[in-house]
């Protein structure tokens, strides 16, 4: 059967999962084999360049500390039974750690001569790469705008609060697939379909785009680059000498499979504010809150997007009254008095509290009084001293009456 009509589309993450397994480099061969057939974008290839150094970086470190040998310290108290031995015993031992403090020093060495690689391409896995990605296709400026509009609907694949990269992948598919039947994609996340049983269901809304496309189109999913390669192979035929074997496989696929996700990093504001909502569901969430609280008041402006904040909603219907509730609410909260006197400490180191506090008191006292306000001031009235009405009132003009 003729590939000619097939697309085998891998995404960055399993690119980059090549720099952090030890059998990744097995791979690279049968990979370079199908490189007139796999489709790649330039912002996949973007993606890969921009983070595989730290993913390298961190896939060396926790490999290298299991590399490393423990040193020790020598005692100086160490003694024999006889004259001299326990010399000899100290002469050793420090022999020893002195070896393994030399030895520990190559590994570090050995593991910044692999960066140092990597970050010029120099390394096994980018040389190997670099075939594929010269053949990565720029997007156009129609694809960007179907891309964001994807993205604005909140149709997969990717997530609305995360930039444009799933969305634009996708739209430069279609487009690419024009005149095709077959597609393979290997992904790592969930962003075109759903794993289930180890095998792969692609995302129906995204098969019907493929379907207006191309009618009769056929989508093969899969998380395992070993797995979907040996499926391409198998079902189109292609050349592919450079096979593994079974024992090759299962290793490749055990690793894999036990590989943690990719590390997620904020790009923005709105990242953080995904990840709060995030937070607000797990179990015990209050101390990540707080972290997540204190890292949204670092961000620009903060202090006075709050201000704002406040003055909008102090102009909705019934605010003093939702206010009072919430304040009801709030007081029957652990330890709600200590964090309304942290809350005023910091309040009080923005600029012109004073004046703002001052304008507040201001307008709470032109509102109308409430009924209840109303029935205390009576009662209150009915029982007042009358010798409290002959005293002269001293207050000026700049003071508030106590």
């Given at each position: 059967m003729s590939a000619d009509d097939t697309s085998l589309f891998i995404d960055a993450n399993k690119y980059l999962d090549l720099y952090r397994t030890d059998k990744g480099k097995k791979l690279l061969a049968p990979l370079a084999e199908q490189v007139d057939y796999i489709f790649v974008t330039q912002r996949v290839v973007d993606e890969v360049q921009r983070?595989?150094?730290q993913v390298a970086a961190d896939y060396l470190?926790?490999?290298?500390?299991?590399?490393?040998l423990l040193t020790f310290n020598v005692p100086d108290h160490l003694t024999g039974a006889e004259a001299g031995q326990s010399a000899g015993i100290l002469q050793e031992m420090g022999d020893v750690c002195k070896r393994l403090k030399m030895l520990n020093s190559k590994v570090d060495a050995l593991a910044l001569g692999i960066l140092e690689q990597i970050s010029s391409s120099e390394d096994e896995v980018s040389k190997a790469l670099a075939p594929i990605?010269?053949?990565?296709?720029p997007h156009s400026q129609e694809e960007i705008q179907r891309a964001r509009e994807r993205r604005e609907f909140g149709n997969p694949p990717g997530k609305a609060s995360n930039p444009i990269g799933d969305q634009l992948t996708w739209e430069q598919i279609l487009s690419h697939f024009q005149g095709k039947r077959r597609l393979w994609i290997i992904s790592r996340d969930g962003d075109y379909g759903t794993l289930f049983g180890g095998k792969g269901f692609i995302n129906r809304f995204l098969y019907e785009e493929l379907q207006a496309v191309s009618p009769g189109a056929e989508a093969f999913l899969f998380a395992d680059t070993v797995e979907g390669i040996t499926h391409f192979v198998a079902a189109t035929g292609v050349k592919a000498e450079k096979r593994l074997t079974p024992e090759e496989v299962?290793?490749?696929e055990k690793e894999e499979q036990s590989l943690p996700p990719l590390p997620q990093r904020f790009h923005s504001s709105e990242d953080l504010r995904g990840a709060i909502e995030t937070l607000s569901l797990l179990r015990s969430p209050d101390e990540q809150k707080r972290r997540a609280m204190e890292a949204m008041s670092n961000l620009p402006d903060f202090h006075e997007q709050m201000r704002r904040a406040m003055v909008a909603m102090s102009n909705l219907p019934d605010f003093q009254e939702q206010k009072r509730r919430a304040m009801e609410a709030m007081s029957n909260l652990?330890?709600?008095?200590?964090?309304m006197r942290r809350a005023m400490e910091a309040m009080s180191n923005l600029p012109d509290i004073d004046e703002q506090v001052r304008r507040a008191l201001r307008?709470?006292?032109?509102?109308p009084p409430s009924d209840e306000d109303s029935e205390s001031n009576d009662e209150d009235g009915a029982n007042t001293d009358p010798e409290d009405d002959d005293e002269p009132d001293n207050s000026t003009d700049d003071e508030q009456p106590k």
């Open positions: 983070n595989k150094i470190a926790a490999k290298f500390k299991e590399l490393k990605f010269e053949r990565a296709i299962e290793e490749i652990p330890d709600f008095h200590e964090q307008m709470s006292e032109q509102s």
